[in-house]
Every structure is written in C-alpha cells, then in structure tokens.
C-alpha cells in the first residue's frame, strides 16, 4: 500500500505543470540597464514599465528594485550609460577642438540612435548625464587654452548647444513616427515655407533649396565649428 502510494506521488509530481523558468544567476544593475535600453530602442518610453522588464530578465519585481528604485531612476541611469560611452570613446591624443567636436557629434549620433535619451536630457537640466558632457567639454577648452575666467560662458554654450538638439529631437520623437520618409517630410516643409509672402519671408525662400538636401549631421557640426570660432576670438 505504501509503496503505490509512493508511485502515486511520483506519477503526479511527473504530469504537474512545470513553472515558467527563471533566472538562477545574478540580476546586476548593468543588466537591467541593458535590457531598459533594447525595450527604449525598440518600442519607446511607454513601453518601459517594470513588468516588461520582467519579462525581458525572467525575474521577479523584487529583484529589479533592489538595484533601480523607480521609472525616473532607470531612465537616468539608462541616459547615463549611453552618454558615459559618448565620453569614454573620445581618444586621450585627440587635438581638443576635434575632441569636442566628437563630443558633440558623438552626442548627436547617439541621440539620433536613441532618441528617447533627447527626451531625457531635456527634461532635467543638471542630471549626471548632462554633468559628463559639460565635464568633457570643460576638460578640453583648458586643454584648447581657453583662459579659465571665460571656461564657464564657453562650456555653457556648447552644452546648450547640443541640449537645444536634444530638445529639437524629443519634440519630434513625440510629433513625427520615426518611420517618417524625411525627403518627404522635408518636401511637405518646403511647400509650406512656398506659400508665405516672400516679402515678408524672404529668407525662408532664400533657403528652401537647402532645406530640401541638407545633411543635419553636418548642419549640428557647422554650428559647433561657428562657437569654437568666437571662442578662439576670446583665447
């Protein structure tokens, strides 16, 4: 009798469903950051939420609270992860003006790449992220030999600078699908300037050809190249 009642068990533990797998190995907090980006990446800012974070790490909720408190709190640290790269990927022999300009341009491609991290570096002016970027530039306008009474007026310029394309993309992230034909949507642009009165918006129509092919890359760096022009004219 104990013994069928041995087989009994066995047979039902055997057929019981089994539970979802889980992960046995440490959760870090570089992880969870790595998995808040590929979800920002793919689907955008709505779509983070701690039980899509679940999902992605087949954890429970405790264990990504032990490392990231809140929403805020992930999306800073996310933004500072892909700024920290920004920072770092600049070489240690570069001329400190090409520095800067891989600063800014490495801040636009990873904008560009990830435009969720315009939307957060607009939205709080003095987070750590920003503070890596103003550090860096800070750093190699003293190597440039910028006098340090002008360091603070010319860092503060780039930096917002490159936070005015910050702004520029989290308002088009929210506007306009990312899937956007841009020859397009500059098309539809340039038709609109076409209907102002040209002497009241003679400029607007100077430029509509150059809207129609301008490069935005290039347009951002142009305008670093003018700010380090009159910082060298203060040198």
Same mark, same amino acid.
């Given at each position: 009798?104990?013994?069928?009642?041995?087989?009994?068990?066995?047979?039902?533990?055997?057929?019981?469903?089994?539970r979802?797998?889980?992960?046995?190995?440490?959760?870090?907090?570089?992880? #969870?950051?790595?998995?808040?980006?590929?979800?920002?990446?793919?689907?955008?800012?709505?779509?983070?939420?701690?039980?899509?974070?679940? +999902?992605?790490?087949?954890?429970?909720?405790?264990?990504?609270?032990?490392?990231?408190?809140?929403?805020?709190?992930?999306?800073?640290?996310? +933004?500072?992860?892909?700024?920290?790269?920004?920072?770092?990927?600049?070489?240690?022999?570069?001329?400190?003006?090409?520095? #800067?300009?891989?600063?800014?341009?490495?801040?636009?491609?990873?904008?560009?790449?990830?435009?969720?991290?315009?939307?957060?570096?607009s939205?709080?002016?003095?987070?750590?992220?920003?503070?890596?970027?103003?550090?860096?530039?800070?750093?190699?306008?003293?190597?440039?030999?910028?006098?340090?009474?002008?360091?603070?007026?010319?860092?503060?310029?780039?930096?917002?600078?490159?936070?005015?394309?910050?702004?520029?993309?989290?308002?088009?992230?929210r506007? #306009?699908?990312?899937?956007?034909d841009?020859?397009?949507?500059?098309?539809?642009?340039?038709?609109?300037?076409?209907?102002?009165?040209?002497?009241?918006?003679?400029?607007?129509?100077?430029?509509?050809?150059?809207?129609?092919?301008?490069?935005?890359?290039?347009?951002?760096?142009?305008?670093?190249?003018?700010?380090?022009?009159?910082?060298?004219?203060?040198?």
């Amino acid at each position: 009798m104990e013994r069928r009642s041995k087989c009994v068990k066995m047979l039902a533990m055997a057929t019981r469903p089994q539970r979802s797998e889980r992960r046995t190995d440490a959760l870090s907090r570089e992880r #969870i950051v790595e998995a808040a980006i590929e979800i920002l990446d793919a689907d955008g800012e709505a779509a983070l939420t701690f039980r899509a974070l679940r +999902t992605r790490l087949a954890t429970g909720s405790g264990a990504i609270y032990w490392h990231v408190a809140n929403k805020d709190e992930l999306l800073a640290a996310t +933004t500072d992860d892909v700024i920290a790269r920004v920072v770092t990927d600049v070489s240690a022999g570069a001329e400190p003006r090409e520095a #800067i300009r891989a600063i800014a341009s490495g801040v636009f491609d990873a904008i560009d790449a990830h435009p969720w991290v315009g939307g957060q570096l607009s939205r709080e002016p003095w987070q750590f992220a920003v503070l890596q970027v103003f550090e860096a530039l800070g750093q190699q306008l003293g190597a440039l030999g910028v006098p340090e009474r002008a360091r603070f007026d010319c860092a503060s310029a780039l930096l917002n600078y490159v936070l005015g394309l910050a702004g520029q993309y989290a308002a088009g992230a929210r506007l #306009i699908a990312r899937e956007t034909d841009r020859s397009a949507f500059l098309a539809s642009v340039a038709e609109r300037w076409a209907t102002l009165d040209p002497a009241e918006h003679p400029f607007l129509h100077q430029v509509t050809p150059q809207l129609l092919d301008h490069d935005d890359r290039q347009q951002f760096l142009a305008g670093i190249d003018l700010i380090l022009a009159g910082i060298d004219a203060i040198r």
